[in-house]
């Protein structure tokens, strides 16, 4: 096995000590801390998603080995030159106005960053006006929304108003979020799962 496949399977086992060392190792062997993040970390974590999608690993699962991957992440981000820095794309993430569950926001943000992504999280109980402040300060090109309640889909709604005219695409998500509210409220893409959203934001950048 080589060091990187060493790094992926450790973040699939979610072992962070080894993710840790395996990084470690990697650079006294001279990779560039670019490759240990796309071969290493990321790839695993894309097998991670795989696995969560297909429900042969669970939320606790996918936690660990975001954690785990973290650890690779720390050895490895301060040799990261900006100009290193894969530049997949910023996106914005925050649970809406009126709604506290940020179980699946957190794990959309992990998958997100697992895949090269440049994540901002604004947390829970986000109002319109602040994704919009958050969106010119950050000025990232997809912002994601999640909700877990009927009575905080409304908020969705009223997000994606006060975000129009803004240069942004937006993903929605959460347990009582469907493709056909999605459409309803005019959000450009819905995913039911934190490996799906990968998917979306995929295409999305790519749009
Ligand atoms: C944990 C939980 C809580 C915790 C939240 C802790 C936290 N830090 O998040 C606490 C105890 C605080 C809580 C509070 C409440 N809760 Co609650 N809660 C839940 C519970 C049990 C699990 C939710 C969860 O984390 N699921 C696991 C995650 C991984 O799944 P997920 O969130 O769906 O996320 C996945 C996808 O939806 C998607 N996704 C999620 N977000 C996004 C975003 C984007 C952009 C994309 C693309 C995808 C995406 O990807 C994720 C990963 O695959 C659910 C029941 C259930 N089984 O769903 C009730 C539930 C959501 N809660 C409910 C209720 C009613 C409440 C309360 C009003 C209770 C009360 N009377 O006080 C309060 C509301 C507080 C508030 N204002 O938000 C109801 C909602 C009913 C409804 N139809 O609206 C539920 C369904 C329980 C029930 N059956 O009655 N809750």
């Known amino acids: 096995m080589s060091t990187f496949e060493e790094i992926a399977a450790a973040v699939i086992s979610g072992n962070a000590k080894k993710v840790k060392e395996s990084a ?11 490759a240990i993040v796309n071969e290493g970390l990321i790839a695993g974590m894309n097998v991670v998603g795989v696995k969560f999608k297909n429900n042969e690993v669970y939320v606790p699962e996918v936690l660990i080995s975001a954690r785990a991957m973290h650890a690779g992440m720390d050895v490895v981000k301060p040799l990261l030159s900006d100009a290193d820095v894969q530049d997949k794309g910023t996106i914005l993430v925050g649970t809406v106005k009126g709604d506290l569950h940020d179980i699946g926001k957190n794990l959309v943000r992990m998958m997100l960053e697992g895949a090269g992504y440049k994540v901002i999280d604004l947390g829970v109980d986000i109002a319109p006006d602040k994704f919009a402040q958050a969106v010119e300060e950050h000025k990232p090109q997809v912002v994601g929304l ?18 129009k005219g803004y240069p942004v695409k937006v993903m929605i998500g959460g347990a009582p979020v469907t493709q056909k509210f999605a459409d309803e409220i005019g959000a450009d893409a819905y995913a039911s799962d934190a490996a799906s959203a990968v998917e979306k934001a995929d295409q999305l950048m790519a749009s």
Request: charged share 15%.
């Open 24 to 34: 470690e190792q990697a650079l006294a062997e001279g990779a560039a801390p670019q």
């Open 146 to 163: 999640s909700a877990l309640l009927t009575t905080t889909m409304s908020s969705m709604r009223s997000t994606i108003e006060r975000l």
